[in-house]
């Protein structure tokens, strides 16, 4: 099959200073997409996990691809709708929004407090609302555009034990996806999503869990792939929450 070729296409991807994120921006940028890269850490205020979106913006240009590195805490409307601002000044259009941020945080429900609780929510499921609002405008003027949101098997009950506000944000997130693609399918603008249901070896994952770590974890640049996949189908493909496995299936079809 011909290569998709994403020239002339901008691509949003948050989360994308390190892990999941960085990959799928860089496959995007492969195919010739000009690239936005959202999150915290930057150059100037990196954080004690390793990626920066300064250095992953560097490796898009470095294919030749234009490259904005905008620092955005995507739980803050305002700084959310700067982002917003900043891609349209910068690049005019969007095409592609991945909704992959995300944090977690581990403890018994009894012994989770409600900050916690909101952080999570606020991040993971807030943040995505607040990205899709504030580049939906865009593409509903221009009657296209493809949205993914990063969901987790966590999803399913029996792997939400200790992580109850990261399964009920990505369950959330699932749900948002399903509603939101059928009323925006009339405006040709996909929604799907992406359940990662195995352990993957990110920057983040690998921090937080050393001792977990195992040669079995996927690695981010294959389900960069998926992430790419997802967001490249034709506009009436949409509603779809698949997991890596049910979109690798679909890839070998397809291909
Ligand atoms: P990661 O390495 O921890 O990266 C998380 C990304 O989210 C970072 O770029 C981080 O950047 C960004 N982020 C966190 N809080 C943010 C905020 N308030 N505003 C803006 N950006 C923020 O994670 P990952 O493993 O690549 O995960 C990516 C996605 O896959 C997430 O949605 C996660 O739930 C999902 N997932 C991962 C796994 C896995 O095993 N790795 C499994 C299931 C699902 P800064 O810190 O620079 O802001």
Redesign the pocket.
């Known amino acids: 099959m011909k290569p998709i070729d994403l020239t002339g296409a901008v691509a949003v991807v ?8 960085r990959a799928a921006a860089m496959a995007f940028a492969r195919a010739g997409a000009q690239i936005v890269c959202t ?3 930057t150059a100037a205020t990196p ?1 004690k ?1 390793p990626g920066t979106i300064d250095e992953v913006a560097e490796q898009v240009r470095a294919l030749g691809r234009g490259a904005l590195a905008v620092r ?4 803050q409307e305002e700084q959310v709708e700067a982002l917003a601002q900043c891609t349209l000044d910068e690049f005019g259009r969007i095409d592609i929004l991945v909704n ?4 977690n945080f581990r403890a018994p429900f009894a012994e989770t407090p409600m900050k916690r609780w909101d952080l999570v929510l606020n ?1 993971n499921l807030r ?1 995505s609302v607040l990205c899709t609002k504030a580049f939906l405008p865009h593409m509903l003027k221009r009657g296209s555009g493809s949205i993914v949101n ?1 969901s ?2 966590a999803v399913n009950p029996e792997l939400a034990l200790g992580i109850v506000p990261y399964a009920v944000s990505k369950a959330g997130l699932e749900m948002l996806t399903r509603a939101l693609a059928l009323e925006l399918r009339p405006h040709h603008i996909a929604v799907n999503g992406l359940r ?1 249901e195995t ?2 070896a ?4 690998v921090f937080f869990n050393p001792e977990a770590v195992s040669p079995d974890w996927d690695t ?1 640049e294959a389900v960069g792939a998926d992430i790419f996949w997802l967001a490249t189908r034709a506009p009436s493909f949409t509603g779809h929450v698949l997991t890596m496995a049910e979109v690798r299936a679909a890839m070998e079809k397809t291909a």
Do not use: F, Y
């Not at 992959?100 to 944090?103: E, L, M, P, R, S």
């Open positions: 948050t989360g994308a200073s390190r892990g999941i994120g999150a915290r850490s954080s996990i955005c805490d995507i739980s992959n941020a995300a944090v991040v943040g990063v987790s098997g990662i352990s993957v990110s920057e983040g994952a981010p």
